[in-house]
């Protein structure tokens, strides 16, 4: 069985995914062990000091984070996250969120995410861990 090509992955996945298109998360890059992803946001996305749910952030930084790591065309499934919000983030930010794996096992893989606004300063710092299952995605 051959492993489908990471754009196919990341294609499919963000087809199924209605919470990312609900974002208005774009797809800019996506490839084995890596995935850039952009979004900007909207006034429903606030919380009551009128800067950006801390879930959007992390929602962002998710869906990169697997991308990234499905993209492979194994089925991996997050089991350890953790997100920093440097800076606040306000309505009508630009937001892109760098996925990269930074070290993989059989059944681990090891990413951070660099999420930054339109003035290219860091808003968020994600990392998390993935368990590889030995299940090929479906395309």
């Avoid at 996925?99 to 994600?126: P, Y």
């Amino acid at each position: 069985m051959t492993t489908p090509p990471a754009a196919n992955v990341v294609h499919t996945l963000m087809a199924r995914d209605r919470f990312s298109q609900w974002l208005g998360i774009e797809v800019l890059e996506a490839a084995v062990g890596r995935s850039v992803l952009r979004m900007t946001i909207r006034d429903d996305m606030v919380n009551g000091f009128g800067t950006s749910h801390g879930g959007i952030l992390f929602s962002l930084a998710d869906s990169a984070f697997a991308f990234a790591t499905n993209a492979c065309g194994v089925l991996s499934v997050a089991i350890d996250c953790t997100v920093s919000f440097p800076v606040a983030v306000r309505p009508g930010d630009v937001l892109t969120a760098t996925a990269i794996e930074q070290s993989t096992t059989k059944r681990l893989a090891f990413c951070e995410v660099t999420v930054r606004n339109q003035d290219d300063v860091i808003a968020g710092h994600f990392r998390g861990t993935v368990y590889r299952t030995a299940t090929p995605h479906q395309l």
